[in-house]
Structures are given as structure tokens and as C-alpha cells.
């Protein structure tokens, strides 16, 4: 158990709906990175928090928003969903920046039908 | 753009021999670099990190190597197991010190009994 949770584990939508993703990080951790599992495109960087403020952007469609709230657990928002948007969504912490190791949740299997 | 690539996309072996996993990274910026063990089901896990003013670090029964000059990475696991078997990526922290991780795409590991 990484320390890591996110909820929920499974989630199944229709086309054009709005979706929320929740992570609480390790106990002590600042940092949150989002991140998107594809069978085609691997591991991709969306955005990381650090202490509740933006601190790096990557991928990230304008479709997808995140934050950081100050008990420190985070969401990411989907919206207008497309068939495109299946994928995993990988939460992971980090103590503090740069260049330490990233602790993963389980993930949410995002299905959109 | 930044970019880290494994070489093979399945590696086949027999169960107690050693296992050697290849990652080729592109920035030669990255100082940071790392190995996970991605089961089915669950998020990537933690193996071993290494930092580039090293060339090897050891482990519990895995080695990472690193060629600065080649710019590449592997990770040696040795008296390979069945619970070994997995998806492993190689991930390096890329030009920025945001903390954030670039990931190869992945090889999988198949141990044969």
C-alpha cells in the first residue's frame, strides 16, 4: 500500500458528462501529479500541485482542470467526456520537489461509453 | 520533445535467471532517473532510483546502471521470479525541477516457471 488513495476505483459515462476524480496523498506529502495510462500512449504527465498552488502543466486538455485544497487532497475534473478520455488516472504524492520518487495510488479506470 | 524509450516491449525468462531491462532517455538534462513495477490492477511501484553523478546502485536483488555518455539506463534483476513478472517503465525528471517525471512506454517482464 502506497499510502496513496483514490476514489473511486471504477468509473463508467456516457459521452459529454462531467466526471470528478479525488486523491488524498501520503500523510506529510505536498506535492500531487496527475497522470493518464493509455494502452497507446503510456504514462503522460497532466499537472502537479505543490501545497495547493499549480506548479507544472503538461498534456492537460482545456476539457480537464485540477486542484489542490488545503488539507492537500486534490481532484481532477473531466468534463465533455469523449470515447478518447478512457483511460487509467493515476494520482501520485511526493514529500517535497524536485527529483525525489513519486508514490502511486491504485489508479480510476475511467470508462466512457 | 522529451522522450524516454525502451527497447524491447516484452522480455521472456526462464524463472531464476537474471533479467535485463533497457530504457534509452533522449534529455540530456535529466539528472534524475528511476525504475517501476507496474502489476496488473495496480499503480506503478517503487523499484530503485539513481541519481546521475552515480553509475550504479544496488538493491535488493536489482541493479540500475546508468551510461550518461549513451544516455541509457537498465535494470538488472537477478534470480528472476514469477512475482517479477510485471510492466516496468523507466521514468526520468526531464529539464524542468518541478519533480514531475517523464515515463518510457514500458516493457513487460514475462517470467516462465
Known amino acids: 500500500d502506497s499510502g496513496v488513495t483514490q476514489t473511486p476505483k471504477h468509473l463508467i459515462t456516457a459521452t459529454g458528462q462531467r466526471v470528478t476524480l479525488r486523491c488524498s496523498p501520503r500523510?506529510?506529502?505536498?506535492?500531487v501529479y496527475w497522470y493518464q495510462q493509455s494502452l497507446d500512449q503510456g504514462l503522460q504527465f497532466l499537472i502537479q500541485?505543490?501545497?495547493?498552488?499549480?506548479?507544472a502543466k503538461g498534456n492537460i486538455l482545456e476539457r480537464f482542470s485540477a486542484q489542490q485544497f488545503p488539507d492537500l487532497h486534490s481532484e481532477l475534473n473531466l468534463s465533455s467526456l469523449e470515447l478518447g478520455d478512457s483511460a487509467l488516472y493515476f494520482c501520485?504524492?511526493?514529500?517535497?520537489?524536485?527529483?525525489?520518487?513519486?508514490?502511486f495510488g491504485s489508479g480510476t479506470q475511467l470508462s466512457v461509453l | 520533445g522529451e522522450s524516454v524509450g525502451l527497447h524491447l516491449p516484452t522480455l521472456s525468462v526462464q524463472e531464476g535467471d537474471n533479467s535485463i531491462i533497457n530504457c534509452a532517455y533522449s534529455n540530456s538534462a535529466s539528472d534524475y532517473f528511476i525504475w517501476y513495477k507496474q502489476e496488473s490492477g495496480k499503480g506503478p511501484q517503487f523499484i530503485i532510483d539513481i541519481r546521475s553523478n552515480m553509475d550504479k546502485r544496488q538493491g535488493q536483488r536489482v541493479t540500475v546502471l546508468l551510461n550518461k555518455t549513451v544516455k541509457h539506463l537498465s535494470l538488472q534483476i537477478a534470480a528472476t521470479q514469477p512475482g517479477d513478472s510485471a510492466v516496468y517503465f523507466c521514468?526520468?525528471?526531464?529539464?524542468?525541477?518541478?519533480?514531475?517525471?517523464?515515463f518510457g512506454q514500458g516493457t513487460t517482464l514475462q517470467v516462465k516457471p
Open positions: 500523510s506529510g506529502d505536498l506535492s
Open positions: 501520485a504524492s511526493s514529500v517535497s520537489i524536485p527529483n525525489e520518487k513519486l508514490f
Open positions: 521514468a526520468e525528471n526531464g529539464s524542468s525541477n518541478t519533480g514531475k517525471l517523464i
Open positions: 500541485y505543490y501545497n495547493g498552488e499549480e506548479r
